[in-house]
T-cell receptor
Framework: DTGVSQDPRHKITKRGQNVTFRCDPI?????LYWYRQTLGQGPEFLTYFQNEAQLEKSRLLSDRFSAERPKGSFSTLEIQRTEQGDSAMYLC????????????????FGEGSRLTVL | AQSVTQLGSHVSVSEGALVLLRCNYS??????LFWYVQYPNQGLQLLLK??????LVKGINGFEAEFKKSETSFHLTKPSAHMSDAAEYFCAVTGGPLRGGYQKVTFGIGTKLQVIP
């Protein structure tokens, strides 16, 4: 198992452009999360998938943001009409409850995709 | 709602000295608590977790933390700092046990640990 992988690791774009990030979770994990981390802050929750269903979205996720997990495996996070305030590290994490046991909430993170909007 | 407060955004210790990173939590239900570490340009890695079993939790790299309900604290300690411990440390909380459901993990703002040779 190679862990959670994210692509690209770094993205520099001009204001107004669209960007898309991809996350490949640990293969047996059915839960996938997106977090955003800005300088001097801890990760902030954006959205959560269980399999292909998007079960929760943060108020931080404006209508310019959309996330998908079409087959319950990899996920994409798209930001349309980027703004300078979107500059941040976008973190993907995955987890999986074990049948019959409580999910402790432990998350397995990727290395993140850093977005810089000029 | 659950939250954590990390006291001290930057902490400096000498190599070989005690490391103490402070975290206080707020939770309306029995919490699960975590410490994660983030090295430069890397994702977060779990150091240790408290899930309502033993109140003294041991983690990787010699770190440990003690859950103190009366103080609503979950401070992270290590007896002797090593240069490789220099990183950013995040305390996090969930709302308690979940079974087949979702529980949002809420992170603190982080504490950057500097180790001075």
């Amino acid at each position: 198992d190679t862990g959670v992988s994210q692509d690209p690791r770094h993205k520099i774009t001009k204001r107004g452009q669209n960007v898309t990030f991809r996350c490949d979770p640990i293969s047996e994990h059915n839960r996938l999360y997106w977090y955003r981390q800005t300088l001097g802050q801890g990760p902030e929750f954006l959205t959560y998938f269980q399999n292909e269903a998007q079960l929760e979205k943060s108020r931080l996720l404006s209508d310019r943001f959309s996330a998908e997990r079409p087959k319950g495996s990899f996920s994409t996070l798209e930001i349309q009409r980027t703004e300078q305030g979107d500059s941040a590290m976008y973190l993907c994490a995955s987890s999986s409850p074990t049948s019959g046991r409580a999910d402790t909430g432990e998350l397995f993170f990727g290395e993140g995709s850093r977005l810089t909007v000029l | 709602a659950q939250s954590v407060t990390q006291l001290g955004s930057h902490v400096s210790v000498s190599e070989g000295a005690l490391v103490l990173l402070r975290c206080n939590y707020s939770s309306s239900v029995p919490p699960y608590l975590f410490w994660y570490v983030q090295y430069p340009n890397q994702g977060l890695q779990l150091l240790l977790k408290y899930t309502s079993a033993a109140t003294l939790v041991k983690g990787i790299n010699g770190f440990e933390a003690e859950f103190k309900k009366s103080e609503t604290s979950f401070h992270l300690t290590k007896p002797s700092a090593h240069m490789s411990d220099a990183a950013e440390y995040f305390c996090a909380v969930t709302g308690g046990p979940l079974r087949g459901g979702y529980q949002k993990v809420t992170f603190g703002i982080g504490t950057k640990l500097q180790v001075i040779p």
